[in-house]
């Protein structure tokens, strides 16, 4: 194993997984506000859960979103 290419390999996942979640988050939460699902002065659950099936791995991290 390489562990310079695996750190690179798993920086790459990282951010595609943080520019994508974002991008997500924040257009369903305006889509929601926009429909009058959402006040927007909300506090929401948030959770993702990250899944390596080749090591078993899953890890879930759990927090909130404060929109105020």
Do not use: C, W, Y
């Not at 506000?33 to 929401?44: D, I």
């Not at 078993?56 to 404060?66: A, F, G, P, S």
Request: overall charge negative; cysteine-free; proline content about 1%.
């Amino acid at each position: 194993m390489n562990e310079d290419t695996l750190n690179m390999e798993v920086r790459k996942f990282l951010k595609q997984v943080g520019v994508t979640s974002q991008r997500e988050i924040e257009h369903a939460i305006a889509k929601a506000v926009e429909a009058g699902n959402l006040k927007g002065t909300e506090t929401l659950q948030v959770k993702m859960t990250l899944e390596l099936p080749g090591v078993q791995l899953t890890h879930t991290i759990e927090d909130q979103i404060k929109l105020e």
